[in-house]
């Protein structure tokens, strides 16, 4: 029996390194669980079409937006386990779905198979340029002096986590003002209704370079690539901000180890192309594919720690 179990596994072994070998003879879909034109999907395309080049085979973005990246997400937790459905999984999909919402189609951690960390897109505060508080010490400063009431739009559950982060270093009660996407809460802003928004690099970029909208500070460790003149929050002397919107490409739990490794390799060598840098970045995306799959899984345990942590202690609920 111990003879035949052996003769077993070796012939899986066989059959998975046979089909990496293979791999892939055909198109590959890539789910991605976010409306078109977003962020994750603007920087999901520029990726694909590079590996798409370099492995010789189409990849067709699939867009599943809705319930804040369920649909999609689960679509693919449930795909074939063969390397040809892959996810964009984002920090909202794996580390903030599981604590703002009671209960998951999928499980973050064991319903997948991680494959590469992509990159990651800073958050950051906004306001309009006559707004009286120019910096952030100024709006914290505004939030003690007045709790509860300097209006905040967030037009996302990733704002939402960032105002409450931001809220307990500082030690300030800002009042949040929901929205169900950018566009309205950027709007808002700009006609004055609202005079801080805290929402991606992504979506702000382009009024802050245009001088619509004033950068005060972005979230991350280090100055985003495409807003080089806004400090980041450490800077601004309030500690322990360093939060980011991520991305990361998942298989479905199952795929062969050697798929998975193929694909772990062939998207390292796009992310350190230098044209594909340039193009994330011009986003104000950060590429980073140098995570082995252990690593991402390492780092979506931690992640979904981080922000579940945030979620609860906000008393953060999915709108």
């Known amino acids: 029996m111990k003879k035949l179990h052996l003769l077993s596994i070796a012939a899986i072994v066989l059959c998975s390194n046979a089909m990496a070998q293979g791999y892939p003879s055909k198109p590959i879909r890539l789910?991605?669980?976010?409306?078109?034109?977003?962020?994750?999907?603007?920087?999901?395309?520029?990726?694909?079409?590079?590996?798409?080049?370099?492995?010789?085979?189409?990849?067709?973005?699939?867009?599943?937006?809705?319930a804040g990246g369920i649909i999609g997400t689960e679509a693919v937790a449930k795909a074939p386990a063969d390397g040809?459905?892959?996810?964009?999984?984002?920090?909202?999909?794996?580390?903030?779905?599981?604590?703002?919402?009671?209960?998951?189609?999928?499980?973050?951690?064991?319903d997948f198979a991680p494959i590469s960390y992509i990159g990651?897109?800073?958050?950051?505060?906004?306001?309009?340029?006559?707004?009286?508080?120019?910096?952030?010490?100024?709006?914290?400063?505004?939030?003690?002096?007045?709790?509860?009431?300097v209006n905040v739009?967030?037009?996302?559950?990733?704002?939402?986590?960032?105002?409450?982060?931001?809220?307990?270093?500082?030690?300030?009660?800002?009042?949040?003002?929901?929205?169900?996407?950018?566009?309205?809460?950027?709007?808002?802003?700009?006609?004055?209704?609202v005079p801080l928004s805290i929402d991606t690099v992504i979506a702000t970029a382009p009024q802050i370079t245009s001088g619509k909208l004033r950068g005060i500070a972005v979230t991350s460790a280090k100055r985003s690539s495409s807003l080089p003149n806004v400090p980041t929050f450490l800077e601004a002397g309030?500690?322990?901000?360093?939060?980011?919107?991520?991305?990361?490409?998942?298989?479905?739990?199952?795929?062969?180890?050697?798929?998975?490794?193929?694909?772990?390799s062939e998207l390292r060598k796009v992310l350190s192309d230098p044209d594909t840098q340039a193009k994330l970045r011009a986003l104000g995306y950060e590429p980073d594919g140098k995570l082995s799959p252990a690593q991402v899984n390492e780092f979506v345990r931690l992640e979904e720690k981080k922000w579940g942590d945030l979620i609860r202690s906000g008393g953060i609920k999915a709108e």
């Open 120 to 149: 990651s897109v800073a958050m950051v505060l906004v306001s309009t340029p006559t707004y009286e508080s120019k910096t952030a010490q100024d709006v914290i400063s505004a939030a003690k002096a007045h709790p509860g009431t």
């Open 238 to 264: 309030i500690k322990e901000i360093d939060i980011a919107a991520w991305n990361a490409w998942f298989a479905p739990r199952g795929t062969p180890a050697p798929v998975v490794d193929r694909l772990n």
């Open 31 to 66: 789910i991605v669980p976010f409306a078109a034109g977003q962020g994750a999907d603007a920087a999901a395309r520029i990726v694909a079409n590079k590996l798409s080049e370099n492995i010789k085979q189409p990849l067709v973005i699939d867009n599943r937006p809705g």
């Open 84 to 110: 040809y459905t892959l996810l964009v999984g984002s920090n909202g999909t794996h580390a903030a779905n599981p604590s703002l919402y009671p209960s998951l189609p999928y499980k973050a951690l064991e």
């Open 153 to 193: 739009a967030l037009p996302s559950s990733t704002s939402r986590v960032v105002l409450e982060l931001l809220s307990k270093r500082a030690g300030a009660k800002f009042n949040p003002v929901l929205y169900k996407a950018s566009g309205t809460a950027i709007t808002d802003v700009l006609g004055g209704h």
